[in-house]
């Protein structure tokens, strides 16, 4: 009994060429597989990199902007030199404050007298998302097009704390298209 199973059993699993009278037993292939894998590798690899837009920022090259500006540190005559017209010392000052869970920018004039906030909350992010780097750069773009409304082209930058939105408040503040002649931490 046990031996007709496996009889019936292996008939199933090999067929028998009467010709050759030889077993030959079915071969899967899995090349197809293996081309498939391939393809996806090669799909993958010519995928573009992924957007620096949430992942952080770039970092700069300190040393090439160096080179390209002799005036780049403050000197003595600093506090008088002409930026636009306007001495230094009375050029309107943005003070960014990040944490890791908001950024909060303010509009001072250049005694230090506050003039506009606005943080992440006020724009409309909320929770955590009030911390990412997108919501830091959305709140710089629209404090910046008032103040350029305003008519003031030329602004200082100060950088306080530590977070994901210190470059990207200070980018949107570019973007919104203000000349920055100063950062300073």
Same mark, same amino acid.
């Given at each position: 009994?046990?031996? #007709?199973?496996?009889?019936?059993?292996?008939?199933?699993?090999?067929?028998?060429?009467?010709?050759?009278?030889?077993?030959?037993?079915?071969?899967?292939?899995?090349?197809?597989?293996?081309?498939?894998?391939?393809?996806? +590798? %090669? *799909?993958? #690899?010519?995928? @573009?990199?992924?957007?620096?837009?949430?992942?952080?920022? +770039?970092?700069? $090259?300190?040393?090439?902007?160096?080179?390209?500006?002799?005036?780049?540190?403050?000197?003595?005559?600093?506090?008088?030199?002409?930026?636009?017209?306007?001495?230094? *010392?009375?050029? @309107?000052?943005?003070?960014?404050?990040?944490?890791?869970?908001? &950024?909060?920018?303010?509009?001072? $004039?250049?005694?230090?007298? @506050? =003039? *506009?906030?606005?943080?992440?909350?006020?724009?409309?992010? +909320?929770?955590?998302?009030?911390? &990412?780097?997108?919501?830091? %750069?959305?709140?710089?773009?629209?404090?910046?097009? +008032?103040?350029?409304?305003?008519?003031?082209? &030329?602004?200082?930058?100060?950088?306080?704390?530590?977070?994901?939105?210190? *470059?990207?408040?200070? =980018?949107?503040?570019?973007?919104?298209?203000?000349?920055?002649?100063?950062?300073?931490?």
């Amino acid at each position: 009994m046990l031996r #007709r199973h496996l009889i019936s059993f292996a008939n199933t699993l090999f067929s028998v060429d009467k010709n050759v009278s030889n077993i030959v037993r079915a071969i899967h292939s899995s090349s197809q597989n293996c081309r498939e894998v391939t393809d996806r +590798k %090669q *799909m993958l #690899r010519s995928l @573009p990199t992924a957007d620096e837009g949430t992942a952080g920022e +770039k970092v700069l $090259d300190v040393d090439s902007i160096l080179h390209t500006r002799a005036d780049t540190f403050p000197t003595l005559e600093t506090p008088n030199k002409l930026f636009n017209g306007v001495p230094f *010392m009375n050029i @309107p000052i943005f003070n960014i404050r990040v944490s890791p869970n908001n &950024t909060i920018i303010s509009f001072t $004039d250049a005694k230090g007298v @506050p =003039k *506009m906030i606005r943080s992440c909350g006020i724009e409309g992010f +909320k929770n955590t998302r009030k911390g &990412t780097n997108i919501a830091a %750069q959305a709140t710089a773009i629209t404090i910046g097009t +008032k103040i350029l409304e305003r008519g003031i082209k &030329t602004v200082r930058v100060r950088v306080r704390g530590l977070g994901p939105g210190r *470059m990207s408040a200070i =980018k949107g503040l570019q973007m919104a298209g203000l000349e920055i002649i100063s950062i300073t931490d």
